[in-house]
Structures are given as C-alpha cells and as structure tokens.
C-alpha cells in the first residue's frame, strides 16, 4: 500500500507518495505546483480554487504512478481559514495570513480579554494574524461573510472538505487558532463567544491519522479514480515537520527553517508557565497529543522579500550568498522578530532604518544587508534554544535543522557557530515526510512516532555542521542582544 501526502508551502506545494518497501521508507515526488497568494483590491488572498485544481492534478498523477494509494493527507502552514453558508459553498477566498487587515486587531482583542487569559486557556504564543485576531479583524470590517457563516474550516480541512464532502478540524492546526483549549483538548467557549464566533461553526475536532471520509463520487469519476480515503495527517505544516525530524532520542531540539523558523522540542504537556508567556512561547498541538513546545522566528522570509525587493539584478542564492560571504562579520544586527518586519513595503530599507534607529552601522550593499540577515538569525536561534532549554528543562548537545532554508548552508555553518554546538541540516522535505510518517502509522505499517523519526533517518540524507569561530560568534552574541535589545515584536 501506498499514501499521499500534500503540503502546501508558501510558494509552493507538492504531492508525494510514501510507502514502506524491504524495511525502508520510498517516497515519489509526482507533482509541484506553485502556491501563490494573489492581492485583489488590495487584499490578500488564497487562490484556493486553482489549489484544489492542483490537488486534483496531484492525484491523477499519484494514481497512475500506483494504483495501490489508501490514503490522502494534506498539510499546510497554520491560521488561515475559510467560511462556508449554509449551502456548503466557500464563501469568500481566504485571507493570507499576511493581509494587512490584522495589523493592531490584536492589542485591541489582548485588552479587551486579557493577555493571561487567552495563554491560560490556549498556550499559544500572541502571533498578530492568529485566526482569533483574523476572526476579530473581520468583525470590526463588519464582514457580510459572517453574517453567512455556518461553519469555519481551516485551509486543510476546507480542501479535505472539497475532496471528500466531510467537515472535520484536525488538532495540530485547530491550536494554532488560539481558540483551541488543550485542557479541554475542545474549541474554548469563552474565547469563541469573546470573539462573537457561534460554537456550532467549528467542526469537531480529529487527532492526526483519522480517516474522514472518501474522494466524492464526482471527484473518482472527473478523475478516474477508485473511491481513496481521506485521513487526517498532522495538518499543521509545523506539526508535519516535526514529526519528519529524523531525531535519535525522544528528547530533542529543532529548527523548521523555511520562510519561518520555528524553534522549539517536542514535550508531552503544554508548558503554560509565567516565563512561557512573558516569553511568548507557544505550545502547539502535535503528533500522539504531544506538543511543540517553541518560538515563530521571522524566517528567511526577510531574505526572500529582499530579494522580491532587489529582483532585475541577479538574485540567486548563490550571488547574494556570494556577495555576503565578501562583506565584513559582525557589522550590525537586526532582532528578526520586531513587527516591523512582518511585511513591510520594502525590506532592505526598513533593514537599513532599524539599524539606522539604533545606532548601528547601515549596511549599504546587498553582501551586507544579507550578513546582517544571516548573522541576526542565527543569534535569535541561540538565544531562542538557551530559554527553549530553560522551559523545557532539558539541555541539547546539539539542532536538528529541517525544511527548506538548509538548502543555505551557510545558515547552518552560522547556526553552529552561534549556538556552539553541532547542527544536523536534513531532510529539506520534512513536512512531506512527516505527513507521509503519519498516515503509515495510521494504516499500521509504523509503530509510533519514534520508530517513523528512524525510517526518516535511514532514508535521507543528513549533514552535520560543528561549530567554527565560537570565541567570536560568543562575543558577538553579547553585541548582538544589546543592540536589537529584544522584545519589541514577536521576541
Ligand atoms: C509555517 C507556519 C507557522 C505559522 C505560520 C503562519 O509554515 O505554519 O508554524 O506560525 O506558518
């Protein structure tokens, strides 16, 4: 038997077959597709349909490849959401989490509830476009939408809705609403009704690996397949990478490095302690109800849109990675996470501005402006593993980096030095994996979540980064927290 798994990146997306052959885990890529939001009178959207469109593509292409497929799973990253009438029609494209219709619902909302007791209830990390503040942002637009709404589906669960005609929430995805209770392991009534969200439009909730429903008659027949099931994966694109960390033990650190990098450990209860919130921390539902106990770092999406903002010259990685590779260490540092950056008009200027406002040297060519971006990552990841490591009570020898960004492997070099431990870099395509991992071990061909990390771990390729120049990078580090004098964002 074979599984399915999509993951929808930012940019991106792809379908990939897994299955378990003489012990080992084989996976096929059969189909990639863009994955790009599209701005429509001056919103930012999901171009939903034409994902579906693909999805469909992705099976047409898995089934020809093999005809023994018994389980489709998507992933995708978190928050956003779409709302169905009472007809079971989408009502409006989704907002990309981007949208700049959040921009300071949050304090609004946090003041109006209360900061402690959205954390008490959720353990989730204050995120300005988390779905309770999209949900807020629409209230206060006085949406026609919500006057429709009968039920609220998150984006993997509105696509497993247009494949099989079921509507069910999956758990990894359903906390990243800050509305989820994992006391309850339920939707928090309290935090609904604060928002004016009717209870009966969040469907039930589903753990990771549970079989919804099947392809719609419609659907075999446009695509001339047989009626597959649809599972569950960990829908949370996050929650399916960490699941795809090819870890040795069950206690570990990691680094999903994408357009965001997501830090943090694998924990079996949320960790809703007073430094957790001051902090800004999250606990993130996981695969076998554990949680992700870890911090959302901007990302290499500050390089990507420096690039978007440079494009007519030569971007390529390899240029600018070049380029910076010429440019001084150590000249300036930025705290990725301050707000500013979440999506500004032009992100070298508003690079040069933040190190302009406090006192810094500007870096003026691209070499420098890229150092400052790879430099200032790679100290946020120290100084996000070191409280990782105080929350969790637990010491790392050592990071496992997966995800795209590894591709960069000067980011991982720079990772090691900072952290001044070993990093392992791979697999880049955890989330796909992970997705995979989970629905084998829904159709019982893996035991548990350990023994998928180990097929993981026997199937790529993993390299190992030791630290180099740490004497510097250490003091650095020092310079580093005073400069960006952390904490006026995500921090
Ligand atoms: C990464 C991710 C992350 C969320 C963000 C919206 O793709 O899912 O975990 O915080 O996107």
Not at 124 to 133: A, K, M, V
Not at 153 to 164: A, G, Q
Not at 221 to 241: F, K, N, R, W
Request: charged share 25%.
């Amino acid at each position: 038997m074979s599984v399915l798994a999509f993951d929808l990146g930012a940019g991106s997306g792809r379908a990939v077959l897994g299955w378990i052959e003489a012990g080992r885990l084989e996976t096929m890529d059969v189909h990639r597709f863009k994955n790009e939001p599209v701005r429509v009178n001056g919103r930012f959207h999901w171009d939903i349909y034409r994902i579906f469109h693909e999805l469909k593509e992705g099976i047409r292409s898995a089934y020809e490849e093999r005809q023994d497929i018994e389980s489709i799973a998507i992933d995708s990253w978190a928050v956003d959401f779409g709302c169905l009438g009472q007809d079971g029609e989408l009502l409006r494209h989704p907002y990309h989490y981007r949208d700049a219709h959040t921009d300071g619902v949050m304090e609004q909302v946090t003041e109006r509830i209360g900061k402690k007791f959205i954390f008490e209830r959720t353990g989730i990390q204050f995120l300005p476009f988390n779905t309770i503040y999209q949900l807020e942002a629409m209230v206060k637009a006085d949406s026609p939408v919500l006057k429709e709404t009968r039920m609220l589906l998150m984006i993997p669960d509105l696509l497993r809705y247009f494949l099989t005609g079921e509507m069910k929430s999956e758990f990894t995805n359903a906390t990243t609403t800050q509305l989820f209770n994992p006391r309850t392991m339920d939707w928090d009534e309290e935090l609904l009704k604060a928002v004016g969200v009717p209870r009966e439009w969040m469907a039930e909730v589903v753990m990771p690996g549970t079989r919804v429903g099947e392809l719609r008659e419609d659907l075999q027949h446009e695509l001339q397949v047989p009626a597959i099931p649809v599972y569950t994966s960990a829908e949370h694109d996050t929650g399916a990478a960490v699941a795809g960390v090819p870890a040795e033990s069950s206690s570990f650190a990691y680094l999903s490095c994408g357009t965001w990098s997501l830090m943090g450990t694998e924990i079996e209860e949320p960790a809703t302690t007073p430094e957790a919130f001051e902090w800004n921390f999250t606990n993130e539902g996981g695969i076998e109800r554990t949680f992700r106990l870890l911090k959302n770092i901007m990302g290499l999406w500050i390089f990507e849109e420096c690039r978007r903002a440079w494009r007519g010259d030569d971007v390529s990685h390899e240029a600018l990675l070049e380029q910076m590779e010429e440019a001084p260490a150590f000249q300036s540092f930025i705290d990725p996470d301050d707000l500013q950056f979440l999506h500004p008009a032009d992100m070298p200027s508003q690079i040069q501005q933040y190190c302009r406002e406090t006192g810094q040297k500007v870096p003026e060519t691209k070499g420098e402006i890229v150092r400052c971006i790879m430099e200032s990552l790679a100290m946020k990841y120290r100084h996000v593993l070191e409280r990782t490591e105080q929350l969790s009570g637990q010491s790392f020898s050592g990071l496992y980096m997966v995800g795209g960004g590894i591709k960069n492997t000067h980011l991982s070099q720079f990772t090691a030095n900072a952290l001044g431990r070993n990093v392992w870099a791979g697999p880049k395509e955890a989330s796909a994996l992970g997705n995979i991992t989970v629905q084998l071990t829904a159709a019982g061909k893996i035991k548990d979540r350990h023994e998928a990390r180990k097929y993981i771990r026997a199937a790529v390729e993993v390299n190992a980064f030791s630290p180099k120049e740490h004497t510097a990078w250490n003091t650095e580090y020092e310079s580093f927290c005073k400069k960006t004098g952390l904490g006026n964002g995500l921090s």
